[in-house]
Structures are given as C-alpha cells and as structure tokens.
C-alpha cells in the first residue's frame, strides 16, 4: 500500500498492517488447502510407485554425495574444535561419546536437513514452477489427471522417507570423521572408537533424532512443492520460487528442531 499524503499517517500504517495481515491469513488458508489435498490424494486409490521410487533414488543420489563430505568435515571440526579443552582437564576418553551424541542428537538431523533443504527444496520448486509456467500443469488438470496426486504426492512422500535415511548416514559419517580428527595426534582404532562413541549413546538420543527427521522431510517438501506447484506466470517466477522454497524451507526447519527440543526436555 503506497503511502498517500491526504491520509494521516497512523490510519496508513493501520490499513497496511491489515492488508499485510489478511494476506497472511489468505497465505495460511492456501497452505492448509494444499495439504488437504496432499493427505486426500497420499491415502487415495491408485499410488504411484513408480513416481515414488524415482524420487526416493533422485533425492538420496543427488544428496548422498555433498552429505558424506560435510558429514565428515563436521566431525572432523568438533573433534578438533573439542579436544584441547578436553586435554586441559584430562577427560579426552569423553571426547568420541561427546561427538557422538552431538551428532546423533543436533548436529547431524539439522544440518542434514539445511542441506537438504538447499538442493532438494529448490530443486522441487525449481522444477514444478517449471512446469506451471509451461502449463504442463494445467494441461494434466484439462486432460482430467490429477497433478497433485502424481507430482506432489510421490516428492512429498519420497522427502519424509529419505531425508532420515539421510540423516542416520550422516551420522555414521560424521562419527568417521571425528576418528580421522583423533587419529591427527594420536592413535586410536576405528573399533575401539566406535564402542567409546556409543557407549555413551542412548535409546533416548536416537529416536527423537530420527522422529524430528521425519518432520524435517515433509516440511521440505510440501515446501518446495507448495512454491513450486503455485509459482506464477512468468520466467522469473521459477527463480523466485526456488529460492523462496529454500528461504521459507530452512526457517521451518529451524523452527521445527526448536519445538522439538522442548519437546525431548520434556521427556
């Protein structure tokens, strides 16, 4: 709302408050509606496998790559980052558990989840706003298919399954990494490390990791697919809608891990 001299200025700062407002509420009620209808079309009649798998082998190929080289760079940091002040009191032998749980527990779930959230966000918008602007989407909903059910169903589903399949890899990685940083002064067994590392891993770190994974892959992709499906005309708008997917994708993922750690402290 552009500012016009013969309003008072509080009435202005009123009227664009309300109409950035009822936007908002509009945006909340679209998001809802598209949700509807990926749960409508996730239980239907006739799922498609096929789509499914294909997105499960894109997601986790495209993926395991950039996951196993950050995986590792970040156990790498933290034993690194972890050791000297672990010398200073004479508790290195802590130093595997600490890095372990680390991992398990925050590190691994929320950065696996930013990662994912950068290349299979954006590519899930990129690629479905792609298809709006060309009006393949439209076309599938003129010949009676049904988009939803074959485009966003399947990358949805694929994103909640993969990404903890993902995370728990990223684990293991990151757990080899942190050998590696060990292993950089002194000497240390990759069997004897592992039993040090889990030794001090409980049942209790694992399942809330993974369970908040789950939730980190369907807001990934009911995002990417949401700013994709509903990109607007235009060449630029698949842009817009990739870095949008990664922008809003990212910051649910945050706030997602933020309610599930008050959750965990709770139990």
Known sequence: MKKNDSIP???YVFENFKKKFTDFLIKIADVLSFLQLIVKNTFGKNFEWQEFSKQCYVIGNKSVGLISITGIIIGLVLTIQSRP???DFGAVAMLPGMVAVSLIREMGPVITALICAGKIGSSMGAELGSMRVTEQIDAMEVSNANPVKYLVVPRVLAAIIMIPLLTLYADVIGIFGSWIGVNIKDDVSLTLFVNQA?????????IPA???????????GIVGCYKGYNAERGTE???VAANSAVVTGSLLVIIVDLVAVQITDLL
């Open 198 to 206: 889990f030794a001090s891993v409980e049942f209790i770190d694992i």
């Open 210 to 220: 993974v369970i908040k994974s789950f939730f980190f892959g369907a807001v990934i």
């Open 9 to 11: 200025y509080p009435l």
């Open 237 to 239: 708008s698949v842009g």
């Open 85 to 87: 002040p672990l010398v």
